[in-house]
């Protein structure tokens, strides 16, 4: 039986998907250095990390602590996005995985990940910009590269219907 929710975040939109999980579902939302203090090696989670290079960060720490039950990855990409290659990178192999969008805010992100992602969201809406027409799931991109939020309880559905299906 799942104990937590156990999360990573790096500008607040994994952790306010991870806490409206816990609100839904009942189960306590503790960050990962939270975790490691509060539950004992093997405890039942959901890992909640956000993405950088199709890579939930965190993940493997989680997993090799704890009785990982579903990983879900937050990042910019819609909803079920590039699930193979972040598997692949998080070494979620055999764990239900899946990716909901999140937002972005520059101001909020430091050092490494701020001058990556200032060089990442410069060359997208470059190559976005130029295109003569664009799908709606480019335009979303678009407007959350300005700083914005894409999430909300519909993009959680997923993730709450496996919950209950598999309590």
Known sequence: ???AIVYTSGTGFTAEYAKMFGEETGLRCLTLKEAKKELAPGAEIIYFGWIMADNVKGCKKAMKRY???AVVGVGLG????RLEEVAAASGTSGVPLFTLQGGFDLSKLHGVYKLMMKIFTGAVTKKLNAKPKRTPDEEKL?????GGSAVSRDNLLPVLDFYKETQ
């Open 142 to 146: 678009l407007a959350l590269m300005r």
């Open 1 to 3: 039986m799942t104990e």
């Open 78 to 81: 819609p909803c079920g996005s």
């Open 67 to 69: 009785s990982v039950r």
